[in-house]
């Protein structure tokens, strides 16, 4: 058991340009969680997926995010445009069969800085 | 809405000493989880303890023990004989589907 791995872990760019981060889940789960943590504050949860199905967007994720989990393993994060504020930790966790009831293991995160 | 409240920003201990770390929560849900996660900085997150809403009996892991009071929506951590590797953020979590985490309780550890 590998654990959560996140690629990659710091990313520097400027505003405007696109960027796009991927989560491994452990390999059995087969929900897939993204978070964002900005400095001081507890992780706030951007979208998740069952399988390759995405079942929850929240209202953080603007236009100009995008999640995808094409085949129901790996999973990529986008954003276009980047601006200032998109400048946090984006940490990705998976948890196995029903996600109510079983914990979420996470991976390290991908530190984002937007200059 | 779902919200949990962490109401100590930061809190210290010596080392052998126990502290207690608070947490109140809100849901409408009747049947739900509540964890404990720790981050060490730099470090991910890393799961501490965990209680099912339905269980009377508070969880315990080894020197972390939890105090849930149901009906006051109230979810203390315990850690006993506090160690100098217990220095972290703490997050307390509500897990409906996804998890909602306070903002979080910086402990300290002096030896």
């Known amino acids: 058991d590998t654990g959560v791995s996140q690629d990659p872990r710091h990313k520097i760019t400027k505003r405007g340009q696109n960027v796009t981060f991927r989560c491994d889940p452990i390999?059995?789960?087969?929900?897939l969680y993204w978070y964002r943590q900005t400095l001081g504050q507890g992780p706030e949860f951007l979208t998740y997926?069952?399988?390759?199905?995405?079942?929850?967007k929240s209202r953080l994720l603007s236009d100009r995010f995008s999640a995808e989990r094409p085949k129901g393993s790996f999973s990529t994060l986008e954003i276009q445009r980047t601006e200032q504020g998109d400048s946090a930790m984006y940490l990705c966790?998976?948890?196995?069969?029903?996600?109510?009831?079983?914990?979420?293991?996470f991976g390290p995160g991908t530190r984002l800085t937007v200059t | 809405a779902q919200t949990v409240t962490q109401s100590q920003p930061e809190m210290s201990v010596q080392e052998a000493e126990t502290v207690t770390l608070s947490c109140t929560y809100d849901?409408?849900?009747?049947?739900?989880?509540l964890f404990w996660y720790k981050q060490p900085p730099s470090r991910q997150m890393i799961l501490v303890i965990r209680?099912?809403?339905?269980?009377?009996q508070n969880a315990t892991e080894n020197r972390f023990s939890v105090n849930f009071q149901k009906a006051a929506k109230s979810f203390s951590l315990k850690i006993s004989d506090s160690q100098l590797g217990d220095a972290a953020m703490y997050f307390c979590?509500?897990?409906?589907?996804?998890?909602?985490f306070g903002t979080g309780t910086r402990l300290q550890v002096f030896p």
């Open positions: 966790a998976s948890s196995s069969a029903n996600g109510r009831f079983y914990e979420q293991y």
């Open positions: 997926f069952q399988n390759e199905a995405q079942l929850e």
């Open positions: 209680q099912e809403a339905y269980k009377q």
């Open positions: 979590a509500l897990n409906t589907d996804k998890l909602i």
């Open positions: 849901t409408s849900e009747s049947d739900y989880y």
């Open positions: 390999s059995e789960h087969n929900r």
